[in-house]
């Protein structure tokens, strides 16, 4: 690399070629001939035809590549020096995903293609990016992630001995309990977000796959995931696949997890049905991406997943399930805080904090007037 292309921030600039690189190597985009020879595309048929509902996805990804900065900013050696090689090592873990993480690094970083090593710690940070973007799964550069410790879902992080196939599984486990089953149709049918929402329940999104339905009891928020668009993407990309003759999946997500991931939000807010206003309400903050209900306008589903089990999702669906049938006390703070809007909860607050002020100045004007009154005695045998 020449020292004029060194740079601080080598990913921080993303062009619309960027992207369509993104799609290829997430989901094997092939492009027409405008798109291949960066103009604008007039093609119907093209993929790229539907890069404007990836807007969120997009500014995800935009947002990710901006904080991949070097660990010694101006050396030029960097593991990712462009986008290109980012998406070689999504490429990579993609086509190999029965190779341990080590001999991956190994395989990637020693090609001609890196004349120079890269340093070992931007070399782990470059594949927990490369998870981040395929797998949507937040790693640390050590591999964990501040939330997994106390979700309790699966190990930590994808150690150098482990596939990538074997990571996934981990992390996602699969739960089939009984009473998981005999409380499927149900949870289907009364399980709304207007429901949770009548016991204090509120609604964050996240960008964390793993955090999909995530309920934390003593703030009352349960996580969801946004990024339905990518998810629709990913399920039309992976609806024709067919098992590999080694019985590894080349996905680089179960694609019963997606599903499941999608529709749980079919669950919770229902079409036609007074919920939608509160996924309105998430969508239209901060960009989320809960487009739904129109994310079935294209044809993702195989003839066979109308109506899907909730193998991986189910034991999140119960909790919640769980919490409705007992809802869990919460501290009157909390649920003044979620009963108000954010200005009334302010007006709120303010009007505590003068209260308290001239409760404080009687309580002194007080003091005051009884010191004065010992200070200064009426003689009253005089009268
Ligand atoms: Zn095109």
């Not at 093609?43 to 901006?66: G, V």
């Not at 179960?254 to 669950?267: K, N, V």
Request: hydrophobic share 35%; charged share 20%.
């Amino acid at each position: 690399m020449s020292a004029s292309s060194i740079t601080l921030a080598p990913l921080a600039s993303v062009q619309n070629v960027d992207l369509r690189e993104l799609c290829h190597a997430l989901w094997d985009w092939k492009y027409c001939e405008q798109c291949n020879n960066d103009k604008l595309c007039e093609t119907a048929t093209c993929p790229w035809q539907r890069s404007n509902t990836l807007q969120p996805f997009f500014n995800y990804y935009k947002h990710a590549a901006e904080f991949c900065l070097p660990e010694r900013p101006g050396s030029g050696n960097y593991a990712l020096r462009n986008h290109l090689d980012l998406f070689g090592i999504i490429k990579l873990i993609r086509k190999r995903p029965d190779l341990p993480r080590s001999l991956l690094i190994n395989q990637y970083f020693t090609s001609p293609q890196y004349p120079h090593m890269p340093d070992g710690v931007e070399q782990q940070k470059a594949f927990n990016v490369a998870i981040k973007i395929m797998n949507m799964i937040d790693c640390s550069v050590d591999g964990r992630s501040s939330s997994d410790t106390e979700s309790g879902f699966g190990p930590v992080f994808w150690t150098d001995d482990k596939t990538h196939h074997d990571f996934i599984k981990a992390k996602f486990p699969i739960n089939d309990s009984p009473r998981l089953r005999e409380a499927s149709s149900i949870i289907k049918k009364q399980l709304t977000a207007t429901q949770l929402k009548k016991i204090g329940i509120g609604f964050e999104a996240t960008h964390d796959l793993k955090n999909h339905l995530k309920f934390d009891p003593a703030t009352g928020i349960v996580e969801l995931f946004h990024l339905v668009t990518y998810l629709r993407e990913y399920l039309l990309a992976t609806k024709d696949v067919l098992p590999t003759s080694d019985g590894i999946p080349r996905e680089p997500i179960p694609r019963q997890l997606a599903l499941e991931t999608h529709d749980s939000l079919r669950i919770l807010f229902p079409l036609a049905h007074d919920s939608k206003k509160i996924l309105q309400t998430l969508a239209s903050r901060d960009g989320f991406d809960f487009n739904y209900p129109d994310c079935d306008l294209i044809d993702f589903r195989r003839e066979n997943e109308e109506d899907i089990s909730y193998h991986y999702w189910g034991t999140r669906l119960l909790a919640l399930y769980d919490e409705l049938q007992e809802p869990t006390p919460r501290g009157v703070f909390q649920w003044v805080q979620r009963r108000t809007n954010q200005r009334h909860f302010m007006l709120l607050a303010i009007a505590g904090t003068v209260f308290a002020v001239l409760s404080l100045a009687i309580g002194i004007f007080q003091s005051w007037v009884s010191y004065q009154q010992w200070k200064h005695p009426v003689n009253t045998a005089s009268i």
